[in-house]
């Protein structure tokens, strides 16, 4: 599946997770000045693993968020403390 910062997944199961990832990437883009110049060019692989179950109600989605965000951050030497709010503009 390829994903830019400028178009979103449809979800369809089992890649509507994807879409927590790439909305991340687009709030940080408007946010913190994240630019596909800043990841590298047009391409950055994420792996996602978790044990959180899905559609259990226990947020797994805000989990995806938090954990991609602060991966982000870090990768790219973002220096964001206030990841939480930021990760309530990531469009679900």
Request: aromatic share 6%; with cysteine; charged share 15%.
């Amino acid at each position: 599946m390829v994903l830019t910062l400028y178009n979103r997944p449809q979800a369809d199961g089992a890649t509507s997770w994807a879409g927590y990832v790439v909305g991340c990437l687009v709030v940080l883009s408007r946010e913190e000045g994240l630019s596909s110049d800043s990841v590298g060019g047009d391409s950055l692989a994420i792996i996602v693993s978790s044990e959180v179950p899905e559609g259990k109600g226990v947020s797994s989605s805000a989990a995806v968020e938090v954990a991609t965000m602060m991966a982000l951050a870090e990768a790219f030497s973002i220096k964001v403390s206030y990841i939480t709010l930021l990760c309530l503009h990531v469009p679900s």
